[in-house]
């Protein structure tokens, strides 16, 4: 059985990959079952960037092959922002609710129509000799007015799907897991692990 370090300590997206992968014969090991592991400074440009970096690093470290992603939300208003930059958004030390407030506050009097938003999900699955292989998903909505919902993490209780009528807070996991950024590219992700990596393995 394939063994696949998940290179993350927020539990929230532990939770979400270990929903969506549970289906493949593998073995997932969080960062808190290793002896002290490197923190990894996230300085890069892009998501990718960054989520390269988590997995090769953390890969070679571990020697185990390692699943790591960078996420965020992208406002058109803001020029992109808070991108990259979307966990501490508020600050170095920001909470989702000091974050959700301050984008709030920045979008104040803006109609919903101009309030375009979109989830990106960069994930990146290294081997410790330096291979990877890339997958992208994105999910696009707008910036409700005020958080709606007690599901989720981050922006999910101010990022309004208007398909569905609802903040992405407001949907079962099982919802989200079938339409967010991560569930696409978790699901490009699970078949470049059945295609390179099970498959490989069985040879």
Same mark, same amino acid.
């Given at each position: 059985?394939?063994?696949?370090?998940?290179?993350?300590?927020?539990?929230?997206?532990?939770?979400?990959?270990?929903?969506?992968?549970?289906? /493949?014969?593998?073995?997932?090991?969080?960062?808190?079952?290793?002896?002290?592991?490197? +923190?990894?400074?996230?300085?890069?440009?892009?998501?990718?960037?960054?989520?390269?970096? +988590?997995?090769?690093?953390?890969?070679?470290?571990?020697?185990?092959?390692?699943?790591?992603?960078?996420?965020?939300?992208?406002?058109?208003?803001?020029?992109?922002?808070?991108?990259?930059?979307?966990?501490?958004?508020?600050?170095?030390?920001?909470?989702?609710?000091?974050?959700?407030?301050?984008?709030?506050?920045? /979008?104040?009097?803006?109609?919903?129509? +101009?309030?375009?938003?979109?989830?990106?999900?960069?994930?990146?699955?290294?081997?410790?000799?330096?291979?990877?292989?890339?997958?992208?998903?994105?999910?696009?909505? /707008?910036?409700?007015?005020?958080? +709606?919902?007690?599901?989720?993490?981050?922006?999910?209780?101010?990022?309004?799907?208007?398909?569905?009528?609802?903040?992405?807070?407001? /949907?079962?996991?099982?919802?989200?897991?079938?339409?967010?950024?991560?569930?696409?590219?978790?699901?490009?992700?699970?078949?470049?692990?059945?295609?390179?990596?099970?498959?490989?393995?069985?040879?």
């Amino acid at each position: 059985m394939a063994k696949i370090l998940l290179a993350t300590g927020n539990e929230g997206k532990i939770k979400e990959f270990k929903k969506l992968l549970e289906d /493949l014969p593998i073995q997932l090991v969080s960062l808190k079952e290793l002896d002290r592991p490197p +923190k990894i400074l996230e300085d890069g440009k892009t998501f990718l960037d960054n989520a390269k970096k +988590k997995a090769l690093e953390l890969a070679k470290f571990s020697n185990l092959l390692t699943l790591a992603d960078d996420s965020g939300l992208e406002v058109d208003y803001l020029e992109g922002a808070p991108g990259v930059y979307s966990a501490r958004f508020a600050g170095e030390n920001a909470s989702d609710s000091d974050n959700n407030k301050k984008l709030l506050q920045l /979008l104040a009097g803006l109609p919903l129509e +101009k309030r375009q938003a979109r989830f990106i999900c960069c994930l990146v699955i290294a081997y410790p000799d330096g291979n990877y292989y890339v997958a992208e998903g994105k999910c696009e909505g /707008l910036i409700a007015f005020e958080p +709606k919902g007690q599901n989720g993490f981050g922006y999910d209780p101010i990022f309004y799907l208007p398909q569905l009528a609802m903040t992405m807070a407001e /949907l079962s996991p099982e919802e989200k897991n079938s339409l967010s950024h991560r569930a696409e590219a978790m699901r490009k992700m699970k078949q470049i692990i059945i295609d390179n990596i099970l498959r490989l393995s069985k040879e």
